[in-house]
């Protein structure tokens, strides 16, 4: 008696039949034949055919949103993603997760992130496919989605969204965050009025799509191409572009190719590939949250960031690129200079140029293919830079032992070497019935301090970019020094220390200042201290024991219990592999 199949060219459901496509991960019935058999008609009530189901599987993360205009385009994309796969031979299936927006997640997007991640792997796991399309683009859905994905181990692809397109107040350009921020800046000072500030209201965000400058979605998309694992130029198209869609038809073939192929993630997520993320964060003037999801990615991988080592890595790599906050232009003037690989071709001599990507071919080749380059100015050459050094450096000192990190090309260079009086904040509401009171004792040369913003403290929000205090934007004060545990939007600008480890709500230092204290910056010996002796801040922290926070039950209950701090990528202990793979850069 033969085995029971659909046709002669059908999956056999004989147990020793092949576990791909439509026979990866059965559901155990204790008859894996039978659970082949159920899986299949079920299928086949949707209307495919047993050709169609002959074919590699190719999953889709559909994470189109109501509450996610950054992935507004998502539709569009699966179309065009499954078109890809169709016209490589192979079976698409979408299927949702887990959506995040930045302004739509409350408390914040970054305590969502590792719920994504692990509905992203679970889904990976469950469900049958050879490789993975993910569709990601607001803030923390791409780490979220490459995440989950380096842990579940298939091959995969990432999927950009696309960048907004600018819009245009009173002849200005405009484009979201940074000109939100500095246009209600204005508003704050009240340089403008309300009529003002609606109207420009309504030109930041001029389509969907993700925040035009460089931004944390910006630089994660960045990140995701230089780590290899987009397809070539798949990082700077808007999202409402032909050349967007065109990307997507590629990346669903291209994810035909790998499954085949079986390019599983492990062999492009590599210590090499790692390292020229860095480098890219570094000459982007990307994101201060890019270092934090490379932490978290590359945990996953089983790799540590050594973050005294990113920084030496710092002063080799300067900022080639002219966008905002740290220049003048948005990403789509860097898409029409040739996305990433005019900037690739300016850092070739950094890079590790054998290091594989998705399609198959190492990143040299990739540059290669891309061809000579052309005149245009938005990527500096390397001997002309924005900012000498990386845009980003690592801070350490009593006040942060386990380091902290400044934009340095975002900061005002003045205040880059600072002593101030401390003005302390304790928490989010604190600081929200304080900051606009006249009669807050605060000077311009003052230091801001805001606490308990850290993971545990407040799950880790993007509140370190402090409003300056009423009293003194009204006197046309446009900068100062703060400093938390905190994040800040990559969107954002100033001179602002974040991710400062351990964070106040577990007992680091930063619990412990005191209004009035000193506190010395110095970006230029990497040093942010708090003038107050060992001995004074042991009485301190004696007198005013810390209590970590705990929570009775779902999700918060095991985001306290397990989450890590900033060095360690805020990610969840039990979702990193032991023992470490290694430390990550490698530089001398």
């Known amino acids: 008696m033969s085995s029971p199949t659909d046709s002669s060219k059908g999956h056999s459901t004989n147990p020793a039949a092949s576990q791909e496509g439509m026979s990866k991960g059965l559901t155990n019935y204790g008859d894996r034949g039978f659970s082949l058999f159920l899986r299949k008609a079920f299928i086949k009530g949707a209307g495919y055919s047993d050709t169609a189901l002959e074919r590699p599987v190719v999953g889709i993360t559909n994470t189109g949103s109501a509450y996610n205009p950054c992935h507004g385009n998502a539709p569009q994309l699966i179309e065009a993603v499954k078109r890809g796969v169709m016209l490589a031979g192979g079976l698409p299936m979408d299927f949702p997760t887990i959506s995040i927006h930045e302004s739509f997640s409350s408390p914040n997007s970054m305590y969502l992130r590792n719920l994504m991640s692990m509905d992203t792997e679970e889904l990976l796991r469950a469900q049958p496919m050879d490789a993975v399309v993910l569709i990601g683009g607001c803030d923390k859905t791409v780490p979220a989605q490459l995440m989950g994905a380096a842990s579940a181990g298939l091959p995969a692809i990432q999927l950009i969204t696309g960048s907004m397109l600018t819009g245009?107040?009173?002849?200005?350009?405009?484009?979201?965050?940074?000109?939100?921020?500095?246009?209600?800046?204005?508003?704050?000072?009240?340089?403008?009025?309300?009529?003002?500030?609606?109207?420009?209201?309504?030109?930041?965000?001029?389509?969907v799509g993700t925040c035009s400058v460089m931004g944390t979605a910006s630089t994660m998309a960045c990140i995701a191409e230089a780590l290899g694992m987009t397809v070539p130029g798949g990082a700077s198209p808007p999202a409402v572009t032909a050349d967007r869609l065109r990307i997507a038809e590629r990346s669903g073939a291209l994810a035909v190719e790998i499954a085949r192929k079986r390019l599983t993630i492990d062999k492009v997520l590599t210590a090499k590939a790692f390292e020229n993320a860095m480098r890219v964060l570094l000459a982007i003037g990307g994101s201060t949250n890019g270092i934090v999801h490379l932490t978290a990615i590359a945990g996953r991988m089983g790799f540590e960031i050594d973050l005294k080592a990113l920084d030496r890595m710092g002063r080799e790599t300067p900022v080639l690129l002219d966008l905002k906050p740290s220049g003048d232009h948005y990403m789509e003037d860097f898409h029409h200079a040739g996305g990433m690989a005019t900037l690739l071709r300016e850092l070739k001599p950094l890079l590790h140029l054998d290091a594989l990507t998705v399609t198959g071919r190492t990143l040299g080749e990739e540059i290669d293919a891309a061809g000579p380059g052309f005149a245009q100015d938005v990527v500096r050459s390397r001997n002309n830079p924005i900012y000498p050094q990386g845009g980003i450096a690592v801070l350490q000192g009593n006040l942060a032992p386990g380091g902290a990190i400044i934009k340095q090309s975002a900061a005002n260079p003045a205040m880059m070497e600072h002593e101030g009086r401390a003005v302390v904040f304790e928490n989010l509401e604190d600081l929200a019935n304080r900051i606009d009171t006249p009669d807050l004792d605060v000077h311009p040369e003052d230091v801001l301090v805001l606490k308990h913003i850290g993971p545990k403290g407040a799950a880790m929000p993007e509140a370190g970019y402090m409003p300056i205090p009423r009293k003194l934007a009204l006197a046309g004060v446009k900068d100062m020094v703060r400093i938390s545990d905190g994040r800040m939007s990559g969107t954002a600008f100033g001179t602002i220390v974040l991710h400062v480890t351990p964070e106040a709500a577990i007992g680091g230092p930063l619990a412990y200042v005191q209004n009035g204290d000193r506190i010395r910056l110095s970006v230029a010996k990497r040093e942010i201290s708090l003038l107050v002796s060992d001995a004074e801040l042991a009485r301190r922290a004696e007198a005013n024991p810390v209590r970590e926070a705990v929570a009775e039950r779902g999700y918060r209950k095991l985001f306290l219990a397990s989450v890590t701090q900033a060095d360690r990528g805020v990610d969840f202990d039990f979702l990193m592999p032991a023992p470490s793979a290694g430390k990550i850069p490698r530089v001398d």
Not at 178 to 186: F, I, V
């Open 168 to 207: 245009s107040h009173r002849s200005e350009r405009v484009g979201a965050c940074t000109d939100c921020r500095r246009y209600w800046g204005k508003y704050r000072a009240e340089e403008i009025d309300a009529q003002e500030i609606a109207e420009v209201n309504n030109q930041l965000v001029a389509s």
